[in-house]
């Protein structure tokens, strides 16, 4: 079993730590053809109007949408999570469009650019430490869509099938349960995929 990271722009060596740390096998992902060697993807936080801008220029979007639609994991944090949003609040153009959510970019507010917290994550027994850098919040969420955690009300973790997304960055802390919470939605889909 092994797990991609999109590795056009942001957060990639800090993913693939904690995915080895969580006791998965990790890759950075930098062409399309990568998809192919890989059973669940991590797209990480950074820029998302720059990883749109790349995703675009090197072909991802449909690859990844073809990934997805195999019931393949795709785990979004940060800017990763608005790639993956099929709305984003505003007159912007969405990227992914692949989980039923409503995005607002940058909704903490200038004073709070950034912080940490300890998060309740449904399925994780004990609090998650997340680290929040000009972060994105989960307005609404789709019929199909679970959500794992709020902060102040505002729902920062959601999951729909095989879609994880975080409004944070676990892979800046110690913290790897979230990785291994996905490592387990990888492991459960190659499993029933055989
Ligand atoms: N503010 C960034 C964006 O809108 C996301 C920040 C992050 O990934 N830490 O793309």
Redesign the pocket.
Known sequence: MKIGVLALQ??VAEHIRSIERAGAEAIPVKRVEQLGDIDGLII??????T?GKLMRKYDFMDAIRSFSSQGKPIFG????L?VLAERIQGDEEAHLKLMDITVA??AFGRQRESFETDLKVVGIDEPVRAVF????LILEVGEGVEVLSTYNDEIVTARQGHLLAASY?PELTDDYRLHAYFIEMVREQADRQG
Not at 44 to 49: A, I, M, N, V
């Open positions: 942001g957060a990480p936080g950074g820029e998302s109007t990883i944090t940060c800017a990763g608005i970019r940058n850098i000009r972060a994105p960055h």
